[in-house]
């Protein structure tokens, strides 16, 4: 009997370590910082210190180019080198990072209206 409660004990220890619990769901991350490049599948923003660029991939028909208070929308093409942007960003597709949306600012952080 114990033989039997030693193995099925054993067994359920071996199935813990194989099988992980799934992680947790991601949360968006923010990043804000002025455009270096811009093209049609691709965002690239330094810090606004200037010490790290990321680049962002864009996937087709993004749509979700806002004001800062989200009131006024953007077409990607209006998006321009040295804008001040705050791009909200995940890596769920495949590991990379993909912006989820983004948010054009003035030089001082305001809202930059389109027009």
């Known amino acids: 009997?114990?033989?039997?409660?030693?193995?099925?004990?054993l067994a359920s220890v071996a199935l813990a370590a194989i099988i992980?619990?799934?992680p947790a769901a991601a949360v968006?991350?923010?990043w804000?910082?002025?455009?270096?490049?811009?093209?049609?599948?691709?965002?690239?923003?330094?810090?606004?210190e200037g010490t790290q660029t990321l680049s962002f991939?864009?996937?087709p028909k993004f749509k979700n180019v806002?004001?800062?208070?989200?009131?006024?929308?953007y077409q990607m093409a209006q998006?321009?080198?040295?804008?001040l942007v705050k791009v909200y960003y995940d890596q769920n597709l495949l590991g990379?990072?993909?912006?989820?949306?983004?948010?054009?600012?003035?030089?001082i952080g305001e809202v930059q209206h389109s027009g």
């Not at 009997?1 to 004990?9: D, V």
């Not at 806002?66 to 929308?73: I, L, N």
Request: charged share 20%; proline share 2%.
């Open 96 to 107: 990379q990072r993909h912006a989820d949306k983004v948010y054009v600012l003035s030089g």
């Open 28 to 30: 968006d991350k923010i």
């Open 20 to 22: 992980r619990p799934a």
């Open 66 to 73: 806002f004001s800062a208070d989200g009131k006024t929308t």
């Open 57 to 59: 991939l864009i996937l």
């Open 1 to 9: 009997m114990y033989r039997r409660i030693a193995i099925s004990l």
């Open 32 to 48: 804000v910082g002025y455009v270096v490049h811009v093209s049609a599948n691709n965002i690239k923003v330094i810090n606004t």
């Open 79 to 83: 998006i321009r080198r040295n804008m």
